[in-house]
């Protein structure tokens, strides 16, 4: 089984349902301040740029997928690094690691488009 069989449509899928949980799961989880914020704005940074990039759901072809797919990076580092960082509760410091995670295996799982076959 090749390990980058997600191809950019079902990632595009993926993003939207991430950023809604983003979004969502600070709430039902009873975050205050930074810890609620913080994935809120992640979610809605991941929307935005989803919304721009080059692939089937999204408003305007922007953003190379590549690109997309370092931006996502990027998103798990923060994810992963602000509990420690910023010092959050319990629940958090669980909660953004698990999401970190998620975001590292949704890209490993991603095909590349030709520009960044490994």
Do not use: C
């Not at 191809?7 to 899928?13: F, K």
């Not at 809120?40 to 690109?67: C, E, F, M, R």
Request: charged share 5%.
């Amino acid at each position: 089984m090749k390990l980058q069989f997600l191809n950019p449509m079902m990632h595009g899928m993926l993003d939207y349902l991430a950023a809604g949980a983003l979004i969502i799961l600070p709430f039902l989880l009873g975050f205050q301040n930074i810890e609620l914020w913080l994935s809120v704005a992640g979610g809605a940074g991941l929307i935005g740029y989803s919304l721009i990039t080059d692939y089937h759901y999204s408003a305007a072809k922007l953003v190379p997928y590549n690109l997309h797919l370092l931006f996502d990076i990027a998103a798990g580092v923060v994810l992963l690094i602000a509990p420690f960082v910023l010092g959050f509760g319990e629940v958090a410091t669980l909660y953004y690691p698990v999401m970190a995670i998620g975001v590292f295996v949704v890209v490993a799982v991603s095909a590349r488009t030709p520009a960044l076959q490994a």
